[in-house]
């Protein structure tokens, strides 16, 4: 079992960046397949991001060419690079992970038995 905690949210303006943290413990991500997903007030929980154990990418339509998902194993810390942010990103962030080494693309929540608290991310118009 790993445990994952999140930081690096906040309020923001249109156009502005944010790098969110998704901090791991109990085990190591360098087998772990490991994704974002974001919920907005109202609305079902949405895939944003996912990195597999073979560091390939995947990203939402919607995120993609403006977030980007990295790794650092040493630190056994995952981000994701918020840039040219919209209000229509503002949602609680949540890192997710699992140790089956899936291969992309890996969308479902249900792929991801492992999940954070969650990060608020607001951007203002």
């Known amino acids: 079992q790993v445990q994952l905690v999140e930081s690096g949210g906040g309020l923001v303006q249109a156009g502005d960046s944010l790098r969110l943290s998704c901090a791991a413990s109990g085990r190591t991500f360098s087998t772990y397949t490991m994704a974002w997903f974001r919920q907005a007030p109202g609305k079902e929980r949405e895939f944003v991001a996912a990195l597999s154990w073979t560091r390939n990418t995947d990203y939402a339509e919607s995120v993609k060419g403006r977030f980007t998902i990295s790794i650092n194993n040493a630190q056994n810390t995952l981000y994701l690079q918020l840039n040219s942010l919209k209000p229509e990103d503002t949602a609680v962030y949540y890192c997710?992970?699992?140790?089956?080494?899936?291969?992309?693309?890996?969308?479902?929540?249900?792929?991801?038995?492992?999940w954070g608290q969650g990060t608020q991310v607001t951007v203002s118009s």
């Open positions: 997710a992970a699992t140790s089956t080494s899936l291969a992309l693309p890996a969308r479902s929540l249900s792929h991801y038995p492992n």
